[in-house]
């Protein structure tokens, strides 16, 4: 009796050692985004997991500039980062083509125990959602209606539309431009296609930026004494459009295609801003800026980074997964509290595509617009 005694303390004392070294053990949460080129956001939001949990436990990395032409590099990081026994997680923003490759890669190799969670996608919601355990990003399709909105409060006359094929063909930015075209065609707004280069392309992204400095100009000459909206579906290309129309007096800016108070306004600016840090001391550093060019009222962003929030949200509910407070690989409860915590405001829906398919681990995440003028000391 003393022995069986002996025998199952022992094994009680075994049993907490190991989930004491699960809890403390070289756990890892690998976080894979752009170069602070394409994605200075992302890159910064991935440092400041690094500052927060360690680097023994957050492993970085980023996929190349030019993704496009570079897809297996990509694919071959995430396998790295898979070959690794102590990842128990991939978190990936912006998840560029080469993501469901390198996911799948990941589970033929037989790590069905990694958390796979993808933000900001760019390939098609049922491909996505397929091969990853979650995935979030921006409400691209609702934001039709509120850059609409906020282009109705201004009066706005012609709405630029800048993109190329290869955004073009994505589902969700799609279905953002068949919401802006409908809104315009309601509210008397006369929409403009302009296809700019691709910045993935061979010219690169100097080619797209100073494509836009010299369109807008010409835009805004061809549609004298009109009040003319300009948006760009690309990341890189946001510092030039912002600057181009800094100083046209009828120019108008609803919003970065990824909105955030630090999407590409510390540089047109020059501001020297924390990345993620006091969202609305930004907010009030970018009002004070604009007001000396006389552009407060002509400019919109959302009032918090969500790209950065998506990977710090990723991150902290893989450490929940791994910690085994999370039991789900997609609880949907607990993401959109963790979210609505983080972001006063949001709005969190599952995806639901043209045909009426629902995807229950695709998450879209929506804000207001912000009044610049709402943040004049």
């Keep these: ?45 991935a440092e400041r997991a690094v500052a927060t949990y360690g680097a023994e436990h957050i492993v970085t990395a980023t996929y190349p500039d030019n993704f496009m032409s570079e897809m297996e590099t990509t694919v071959s990081q995430i396998v790295s980062f898979a070959s690794d026994p102590d990842v128990k997680a991939i978190v990936m923003c912006q998840a560029v083509p080469g993501a469901k490759a390198g996911f799948d890669k990941v589970r033929e190799m037989g790590r069905d125990d990694i958390l796979l969670i993808a933000g900001t996608p760019q390939e098609d919601p049922a491909v996505i959602s397929a091969a990853a355990d979650i995935v979030m990003y921006a409400d691209e399709v609702a934001q039709g209606d509120t850059i609409m909105e906020k282009c109705a409060e201004w009066g706005i006359d012609v709405f630029i539309h800048y993109s190329f094929p290869r955004h073009m063909a994505m589902e969700l930015i799609v279905g953002r431009h068949e919401l802006l075209q409908a809104n315009a065609d309601a ?104 007001a000396e060019h006389d552009a407060v009222g002509r400019y919109s962003t959302w009032p918090s980074p969500v790209a950065m929030t998506i990977i710090e949200i990723g991150v902290e509910y893989a450490k929940g997964y791994i910690d085994g407070e999370i039991t789900e690989r997609n609880d949907g409860e607990k993401l959109a509290a963790m979210l609505n915590e983080k972001v006063d405001g949001a709005k969190v829906a599952n995806y639901t595509n043209a045909e009426g398919t629902t995807f229950d681990n695709y998450y879209t995440v929506l804000l207001a617009p912000v009044d610049f003028n709402d943040y004049l000391e």
Excluded at 212 to 224: C, F, N, R, S
Excluded at 229 to 256: H, K, V
Aim: some cysteine; overall charge negative; proline content about 7%.
């Design 1 to 45: 009796m003393k022995k069986l005694l002996c025998l199952a303390l022992a094994m009680l004392l075994c049993l907490a050692l190991a989930a004491g070294a699960a809890a403390e053990g070289n756990w890892k949460i690998a976080v894979l985004t752009g170069t602070v080129t394409q994605g200075e956001e992302e890159f910064r939001a």
């Design 187 to 290: 509210l008397g707004i006369e929409l403009v296609d302009v296809t700019a280069p691709d910045p993935t392309a061979e010219a690169g992204l100097s080619a797209s930026q100073q494509f836009i400095l010299e369109d807008v100009p010409q835009q805004m000459e061809k549609y004298a004494g009109k009040k003319v909206a300009f948006f760009t579906t690309n990341c890189g290309m946001q510092p030039s459009l912002q600057a181009a129309i800094l100083d046209q007096p009828n120019a108008y800016y609803p919003q970065p295609c990824c909105p955030s108070p630090y999407h590409a306004f510390p540089a047109t600016l020059g501001l020297e801003l924390e990345i993620g840090g006091d969202d609305e001391d930004a907010l009030r550093q970018i009002a004070a800026k604009l």
